[in-house]
């Protein structure tokens, strides 16, 4: 049985965990409002994009532009991982590593270029010998604008070059606080609906100076968006997450130091009972 000074260390132990999981779950709360609120309003921006850019490639055609083609045969695919740079959220980074790994089993481990940003994906697949080709690690504030750029210019020039067949993004959809799902998403080639169903558009534009250099700009323009919304998305589900683990945590705490304290009593009761039974049994001693 624990004695009573151990387990008095062990309260004071798990009282000190409790107010960092609870000084961290204060902060993620108030990141996850910013965060939340620039995810969703990113999101109208991002349909209306893509809207306009169906519209455009179906009127341009899809092998106006070698973005918009589809290779048939995915040979070599880039996959850009958007984890945390931290831990405490939970399942939030294993369920991101689960979801890339599953791509890179299905498409083969030599065929797949690994982009990082994060350090949590970036750390398990350099232990695993995964080709990383580029990475974007303790990045202070998140993700940002300028670097979805850098990485939209850099992975557009890869498949145009004929370097990839095709370029995925693996990140957390935030749907609610709750709730964040691990997210598969194909960047190139661009997906044109329209264009693919071979229907023709309903609405007739007139473009300025014309479709095709219309079409290049809202192509270069996408692809940073979509990135982009995925850091915003990534940022929110982050933040959720860890809120959500570190109150799990604090109450966890709360529950562990009420044991504690219970254990506590009964050692301290008993110390005082062996005590008592010792005074007693002395003074029978010297009556007899």
Known sequence: MATLKSIRKRITSVKNTQKITKAMKMVAAAKLRRAQDAAIAARPYADKLTALLQN????????????????????????????????????????????????????????????????RGHDYFRRRGQNIVDRHINLFGGPSAQLAATLAEKLAAEFAAGTVDAVYVVYSHFRSTLVQAATLE??????????????????????????????????????????????????ASENAARMTAMDSA???????????????????????????MEIVGGAEALKG
């Open 250 to 276: 604090t109450s966890n705490a709360s529950e562990m130091i009420d044991r504690l304290t219970l254990q506590m009593n009964r050692a301290r009761q008993a110390t005082i009972t062996k005590e008592l």
């Open 186 to 235: 194909r960047l190139l080639p661009i997906a044109t609906d329209s264009a693919a169903a071979g229907t023709a558009p309903t609405i007739d534009y007139l473009y300025e100076p014309n479709a095709e250099v219309l079409l290049e700009r809202l192509l270069r323009q996408y692809i940073t968006v979509l990135i982009h919304r995925a850091f915003l998305e990534a940022a």
């Open 56 to 119: 455009v490639a179906a009127r341009v055609g899809v092998q106006a532009h070698p973005l918009l083609q589809v290779r048939p045969d995915e040979r070599t695919v880039h996959v850009l991982l958007v984890t945390a740079d931290r831990g405490l959220s939970g399942a939030y980074n294993s369920n991101l590593i689960r979801k890339a790994e599953q791509l890179i089993r299905e498409r083969g481990r030599e065929n797949v270029r690994l982009t990082a940003v994060g350090r």
